[in-house]
């Protein structure tokens, strides 16, 4: 049997073990980053993509990640009483719909300049001093992160996706600028930002009229943080090893087809980190209409799993919710945007 055809066999075997086990399995739901890490080991040594270099960059690639979810716990720590007083009078003086409402909406439009890892530990941050339902909380958080990834691809600062197809475009005919993102997906990403928006207000809709908000009075301590630190650490160690162990799968398998297939085939962004998936799609030459299908489809498709985007990752990890509690409400709203997306760039383009 031919060696690639070999490794694109076997790397499929890696992809649907990925799918299927945190789904299924109580062990790996409990133990997810563990589980992440011993697949991204076996992606990589299918691969044969173990040097020096990239061991090296894979233990540093999350760093930065992880310090800004330091930094920013240790923060709202100390200082949550001062910051949360805005969020107070918003959800004092409007109906908990509406104030869900904003807040999705503000992170979703914030999240390309402050970051989707700032803007998931705000998120975080707001959930734990909001009086939710564990049913109603997750729900908010799994919108709020379907817009932070929408939101996030709009300029190229706030994650690698939006660097990479800038960096990408800026030569060739396309001749890219800072804001080339932000002019032509403004008025595509934001209505996915206001529909996520809406959801989340609709789910609290049944809420008290006035949200109980508490300010905690008890510190975390550092072990805490630092846990959930190492945690962050791990989570994006394991994301970096499994999108470049199936680096080659994705190549010998999507990254030819057209921009309306890539729509769709880009659905294994739940699985491989996005900007992986646009190094290998998005170049110079590519057409607009094309790109439009790529980028949709990468930016949204990574919150339907909970491993397939950070500020899922960031978010759940402070908030405590499981693979199967994510999986059960962004798999049907994923395919509703999804759906609703492919139409309205079919009508358009």
Not at 139 to 145: D, G, I, Q, R
Request: charged share 10%.
């Amino acid at each position: 049997m031919d060696l690639v055809l070999l490794k694109t066999i076997l790397l499929a075997i890696v992809v649907v073990n990925l799918l299927v086990w945190p789904l299924v399995s109580k062990w790996v739901e409990n133990h997810l980053e563990i589980f992440l890490l011993l697949v991204g080991v076996a992606a990589v040594t299918i691969a044969g993509g173990w040097t020096y270099e990239f061991i090296y960059q894979t233990l540093n690639a999350p760093v930065n990640v992880a310090f800004i979810v330091l930094v920013v716990s240790v923060i709202f720590n100390y200082y949550s009483r001062y910051i949360f007083r805005i969020l107070f009078i918003l959800f004092r003086y409007l109906e908990p719909r509406h104030s869900f409402a904003i807040l999705v909406v503000l992170l979703g439009l914030t999240s390309s300049v402050f970051s989707v890892t700032v803007a998931a530990l705000i998120l975080a941050e707001v959930l734990q001093v909001v009086s939710l339902e564990r049913d109603q909380m997750i729900k908010v958080t799994v919108y709020a992160c379907y817009a932070i990834g929408l939101g996030a691809v709009l300029l190229p600062l706030a994650e690698p996706l939006g660097l990479i197809i800038y960096n990408e475009l800026t030569a060739g005919p396309h001749k890219a600028d800072f804001f080339f993102m932000l002019r032509h997906f403004f008025w595509w990403i934001v209505p996915g930002i206001a529909l996520m928006g809406f959801a989340a207000g609709h789910t609290v809709r049944h809420a008290n009229t006035l949200v109980q908000l508490h300010i905690r009075e008890d510190k975390e301590n550092y072990k805490s943080m630092l846990r959930r630190t190492w945690h962050i650490y791990l989570f994006v160690t394991a994301l970096h090893l499994i999108s470049t162990g199936l680096r080659p799968f994705a190549q010998h398998t999507i990254a030819h087809l057209s921009g309306k297939v890539l729509f769709w085939a880009n659905s294994v962004s739940v699985i491989i980190d996005n900007a992986t998936l646009a190094a290998i799609e998005v170049t110079p030459t590519v057409s607009v209409p094309d790109l439009m299908y790529m980028v949709i489809g990468l930016a949204a498709f990574g919150s339907m799993l909970l491993q397939g985007n950070l500020p899922n990752i960031v978010a759940s990890e402070k908030l405590g919710i499981k693979s199967r509690e994510w999986a059960r409400v962004a798999v049907p709203a994923g395919l509703v945007l999804m759906t609703g997306y492919f139409i309205a760039l079919c009508i358009k383009l």
